[in-house]
Structures are given as C-alpha cells and as structure tokens.
C-alpha cells in the first residue's frame, strides 16, 4: 500500500508562484512514474507533469517552461515537487498527486491551487 500526503498550494496572483510536494510512503513497494494531475469541477482530471523513477521529466504542453518537477528517492519514500512559475488563472484547479505501483495509480488528497487574475 502507497500512501500519498500532499502540502502546498493555497492562492496567488497571476504571475506568482507556488509549489506543491508529495512524499509517497513505499511499503516496501518500488514506485515507477510519480506525477500531478488536476481536476476542475465537474471536468476530468488532466495529466500535469510526470517524473519516471529515473527522473526523467515530462510535461502537459500547457504548463511546460512554467512548471518543474523533481523527485527524490529514499528506501522508505520517495518525494515529487512541483515547482509553478508564471502561474495564470486557468492553472486553478484541484492538483492531485498520483504514484504508480504494483500495477494500481495511488492518489493523494488533492490540494487546491487558485489563481487570480
């Protein structure tokens, strides 16, 4: 079992920036890909950024140059950070963090992200 806990987030001004974590608990499990969806009300959750255990990056086209993931692995955790810069309003949204093991995508709480303008 991975349990995901999230923190960050919160509001800001177009332009501004904010970064959200994820520490993924392992249980003993190896964690491939690791990444940040969000989801609007009633809209489908979209694939933000995702980071292989690698640490090979790759982004929505609608955030790259704006946003930067990283990891970090440890035995018993492994923690993603997005870091959001140039943020707009169409960027608000609930930003959920996802880790894929032992063939299942584990989710976090969601954290809100809001962006006026």
């Known amino acids: 079992q991975v349990q995901l806990v999230e923190s960050g987030g919160g509001s800001v001004e177009a332009g501004g920036s904010l970064t959200l974590s994820c520490v993924a608990s392992t249980s003993g499990l190896s964690i491939g890909s690791m990444g940040w969806y969000r989801q609007d009300p009633g809209k489908e959750r979209d694939w933000v950024a995702r980071?292989?255990?690698?640490?090979?990056?790759?982004?929505d086209p609608s955030v790259k140059g704006r946003f930067t993931i990283s990891r970090v692995n440890s035995k018993n955790t492994n923690t993603i950070t997005l870091q959001m810069d140039a943020l707009k309003p169409e960027d608000t949204a609930v930003y959920y963090c996802?880790?894929?093991?032992?063939?299942?995508?584990?989710w976090g709480q969601g954290t809100q992200v809001t962006v006026s303008a």
């Open positions: 980071v292989m255990s690698s640490g090979l990056p790759s982004y």
């Open positions: 996802m880790a894929f093991a032992a063939g299942t995508h584990h």
